[in-house]
């Protein structure tokens, strides 16, 4: 029969990935508790209206990438792009800042973005997100980085780079805005087709643009940074002197706008020229005015997103603590030691142990080549004989070496390999 694959962009994680996944995000929240992160799950589906007004219509994302649909009530749904909007939809809508004035909160899962799929670039992708809400002391700038640069440390990657930038307030980015219109007004010629409708709905967008001519455009165009008022320069200020108090180095990016509409003053990505093209593993910035646009107080947040994927395929791959393998392995000869097999096995993982079991009338060799495919730590051997004698050997398969255990009480047997397999795990580390 034919077979049915996945949907284009859509990637499955298999098991052996999915342990690189999972110790990525258990350290992540590891760290999130030092920092007084809390977690909050929200949705993936959402009224379209959320993206619309939350990461701005003139978007890439919102004007083409997202999966939106219409469900059976008539309804305009879509599978949330990003988190951010969500994120502050349920704060506003649950009233956090009324318990709490000050909210920190991550969250974990996939997103949806009709890109176009190529390496490093899905459809369905999954991102970590932290978002500082209530606070706009560049104190928190600093705070979100650090956390941010702490993770991806504590996750062994090396070679990245932290971009800054500032991209202004309602104060001044309205000159900028209008000074980048007319700069691009002189150069119609050079612009692709994109540009010259984001020209006037939405300027700063060409600053986002991959195609060559525009990219040769924007290199000359007007920066950001010099027309910052006096409050968001200061804050700028300060947030890279205390990034400096801990020796994070940095660089300034004048032409980095990152690509939805409600950012603020800082803005910021990590980047790693090992992941090629798509070389950002993680972005984020200041939105002092996204609680307010979504109905809420007016009140200052700013967050950042990792992407997953990225960050995973930056991760060394050689790390003993990403799989578990069993702790033991029960081979059993016949059919009465089978059922003894199965009763252990499973008394064993309900006491902790990772146990694993032979099912079906094998060799003792291929069952002991079995237990060495899953890497057990040890063989337990059960032949009629031994369930007759009450005791059995305890094989220790990295040493090679034996002992008889007696059969008579589970709970016992459950403690020695709990405590050599322990023994074991000192070893490795
Ligand atoms: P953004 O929400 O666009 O700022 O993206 C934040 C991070 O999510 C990026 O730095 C990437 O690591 C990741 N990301 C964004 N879009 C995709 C995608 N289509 N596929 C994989 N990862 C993505």
Redesign the pocket.
């Known amino acids: 029969m034919e077979t049915i694959s996945s949907v284009r962009g859509f990637k499955d994680i298999l098991p052996g990935e999915v342990e690189k996944w999972r110790y990525a995000e258990e350290k992540a929240r590891e760290i999130f508790s030092c920092f007084g992160v809390r977690e909050i799950q929200i949705p993936i589906l959402e009224k379209t209206e959320l993206f619309q007004r939350g990461i701005g219509e003139t978007t890439d994302i919102v004007e083409k990438e997202m999966y939106t649909f219409t469900d059976r009530g008539n309804e305009s749904l879509t599978l949330r792009p990003?988190a951010t909007a969500s994120v502050i939809r349920a704060y506003v809508q649950h009233s956090l800042h009324a318990q709490d004035p000050v909210s920190k909160l991550f969250t974990i899962g996939p997103?949806f973005?009709r890109?176009r799929p190529q390496k490093?670039?899905?459809?369905q992708?999954h991102?970590i997100n932290v978002e500082f809400i209530g606070v706009g002391s560049p104190f928190m700038d600093a705070e979100i980085i650090i956390l941010l640069m702490v993770l991806l440390r504590n996750l062994g990657i090396e070679g990245l780079q932290l971009e800054l930038n500032s991209l202004g307030c309602p104060e001044c980015r309205p000159a900028f805005r209008q000074t980048v219109t007319l700069f691009l007004r002189d150069r119609t010629e050079d612009l692709c087709e994109d540009c010259l409708r984001r020209r006037d709905t939405n300027p700063l967008r060409v600053f986002d643009c991959k195609v060559e001519g525009c990219r040769q455009v924007i290199a000359h165009a007007p920066q950001l940074l010099d027309f910052l008022c006096a409050d968001c320069s200061a804050h700028f200020e300060n947030v890279k002197e205390y990034l400096k108090i801990f020796d994070l180095p940095f660089e300034i990016k004048p032409r980095m706008v990152?690509?939805?509409d409600y950012y603020t003053r800082t803005a910021f990505?990590v980047t790693a020229s090992s992941l090629g093209a798509?070389s950002?593993?993680?972005?984020?910035g200041r939105y002092d005015r996204l609680i307010a646009e979504l109905g809420g107080p007016d009140i200052p947040g700013i967050g950042f997103?990792?992407?997953m994927?990225?960050?995973v395929s930056l991760m060394p791959a050689a790390n003993e603590s990403f799989v578990q393998n069993p702790d033991i392995f029960i081979a059993a000869l016949g059919d009465v030691p089978r059922l003894w097999a199965f009763a252990l096995c499973n008394y064993l993982r309900m006491a902790g142990v990772r146990a694993e079991m032979g099912y079906d009338e094998k060799s003792l060799k291929s069952q002991m080549k079995r237990s060495d495919k899953l890497m057990c730590a040890f063989t337990l051997i059960l032949g009629d004989r031994e369930i007759q004698e009450n005791k059995a050997e305890l094989k220790d398969m990295k040493k090679g070496t034996q002992e008889t255990i007696k059969l008579d009480n589970f709970d016992d047997i459950a403690e020695a390999i709990i405590s050599k397999a322990s023994g074991r795990n000192e070893e490795i580390v």
């Not at 490093?120 to 459809?123: C, K, S």
């Not at 950002?280 to 984020?284: I, L």
């Open positions: 990003e997103m973005r890109e490093g670039r899905y459809r992708f991102q990152r690509g939805l990505e798509q950002a593993v993680a972005g984020g997103a990792i992407g994927e990225r960050l």
